[in-house]
Each structure stands twice: as structure tokens, then as C-alpha cells.
């Protein structure tokens, strides 16, 4: 979330004017008990169904509403630097978190789409170990270098006061932040590459799988809500990297929109059209070190194909 000074002479890190600050206040509380309901959900749809990969959905939907919460309270009343800071550091994780989520999530449906076609089983089988890891890293060093140029110029310019003995310090922390912006940039625009890619090339492939749970939607679905959560990713990204490059504080609440609404719209969607209900087993529950989880693929796909019909091959 953008809380800190874009331009010189910005009277406040957070909003413009004392009149605005309550409504938008008000705005971030309503998302943060939104996120907070969507978070509560996930714990126990985690528990439930034992889906490891759940655990990193909590954890975005946690930073977000921990971040709003905070923004509604400096909203209305002071902080000290040192938290101005931090919160300046954790308002930008939740973004990356949800990045790094949808690269797990396609990775794993990429692969269970494969199957229904042995020919590109193979060339997908390192997505996940390898690719995931890929994206992983670059998205955590990108918010690595946002999170430290943002500290640098909360911290350079308490209460958001830029003067001229504490411009160098902004203008090399803003800096910083502008150059881990543009990778972010970078990496989802990759991202939403691929997945596009992919969803183009498997649209002959056709295999479902549960059938008799109660979503029966398949993996091409949840690839293009995987595409549409990066895309609404790279719709706020782009708007941080033009409004930081302009040097524009105008309507400062936009940022409060563009930060938290594409993550809450991701969160939502992803709750109710939760990946847990759509693939197997094996697929929620693996890391990187586990090499053989095609195998058991293949091993469920054979069980689960003696109760199905001839033309589809349904996952149990």
C-alpha cells in the first residue's frame, strides 16, 4: 500500500487532507474485516481437507487485513517512526504473497492438465520444482528491494516531511523502490505470459477429475482464474509504477483501491473457487523436494479411470 511520500513537501505519508482521512479509514476497516472473514475461512478449509498449499493464501489474506488495520489506525492517529516504517516494510508483502500463491497454483494445474496427454507430461513435470522456484525468488528479492526503499524514505522523512537535508536520503530511497517496482512489473508481466501461453496450447487437451464433489469445474477454469487473479496483479502494479514515475500524490485514496481491491477481489475468488476442491490430492500437499509426485499422479488417475466413463478420466 502506498504510505509514504511521492513528491517534496508532502504533508502526510498517508493522505492529503484531514477531511479524507476518515472516510478512507472507514474504507480499509470494511476490507480488513472482509479479509479478515476470507482468512478465517481458509483456516478452516485447510484443516479440513489437509491442503498444505492453503497455508500461503492464509498468510496473504492475513498481511492484507493486518495492513489495512494499520492504515486505519494511522489514518486517525500518529505512529512512531520505527512503525511507520514497518508498516511501510508489510504493506507491500501481501501482493508478492498472492503472486507466488497463483505460480504454485498453476504449476500444480499445469501439470494435472498434462496428464490427459502423456507427450507433454514430461516437459511440464519441473514446472513446479523448478519454475516455482524461479518466480519464488524473483518475487520475494522484488519485494526485498521495494520493502528497503520504502523503510529508507519513511524513515529519512518522519511524518512524511521531505526538506532539503533529507532529500538525498528520499530521492535515493524512492529510487530504490522505483527500481523493485519495475521488477515486479517485470515478473508478473511474465507471468501472465505464460499462463496465457499455456492456456492456449492445452485448449485441446480434456481431462476432469471428481466428479462427484461438489464443484466439478476443471482445470482449464482454474487456469483462467489464475490468469484473471495475475492480471488484476499487473492492473495495480502498473498503476504503482506510473503514479511513483509521475511524481503524482493526486487522490491519494486511489492507492488504498488499486492496493487493496485487487487483492481482496483474488482472495475472494480463490476462496469460492478454492484449487483444493479442483485437484488432487497429491498436487495440494507437495513442495519442491518431492520429485515423485507424478507417479502417484499417474497411480490415481488408473483407480480413479475404473469408475469413470471412457471418454474422461476423473482424479479421486
Known sequence: MTRIPV??????????????????????????????????????????????VA??????????????????????????????????????????VLTFYCTQIFGRAARAGS???PGHSKPLRGFVRCNTTIFGLLVFVAWLIVATGSAVVTIGAPQGQVDSGNLPVVTAGQGVMKAGLVLQLVVLLSLVLIVWRFRVISTHWNVDWDARRRFTWTWKRLITIILSSIGLLLLG????????????NEKPWLALIFDAFPS???????????????????LLNITARHAGVEEVVEIEMVKSSKASSPKSVHFQ
Not at 513528491?7 to 480488513?32: C, E, H, Q
Not at 472482509?34 to 498444505?52: D, E, N, P, Y
Not at 502494479?237 to 503524482?248: E, G, L, P
Request: charged share 5%.
Open 115 to 117: 496428464m490427459s496427454n
Open 237 to 248: 502494479q502498473i498503476y504503482h509504477v506510473a503514479r511513483f514515475f509521475a511524481n503524482s
Open 7 to 52: 513528491v517534496v513537501d508532502d504533508p502526510s505519508p498517508y493522505l492529503s487532507t484531514n477531511s479524507t482521512r476518515p472516510k478512507a479509514g472507514w474504507i480499509a476497516i470494511a476490507l480488513a474485516t472482509a479479509c479478515l472473514i476470507v482468512t478465517v475461512v481458509q483456516i478452516i478449509f485447510s484443516i479440513k481437507h489437509r491442503a498444505k
Open 264 to 282: 481482496l477481489g483474488i482472495l475472494v475468488v480463490l476462496t469460492i473457487f478454492h484449487p483444493g476442491l479442483c485437484l488432487p490430492p497429491s
Open 55 to 96: 497455508s500461503t493464501l492464509i498468510f496473504a489474506s492475513s498481511l492484507q487485513c493486518i495492513s489495512l488495520v494499520e492504515f486505519a489506525y494511522s489514518s486517525s492517529y500518529p505512529l512512531s517512526t520505527s512503525w511507520m516504517a514497518a508498516g511501510a516494510v508489510f504493506s507491500w508483502m501481501a501482493g508478492p
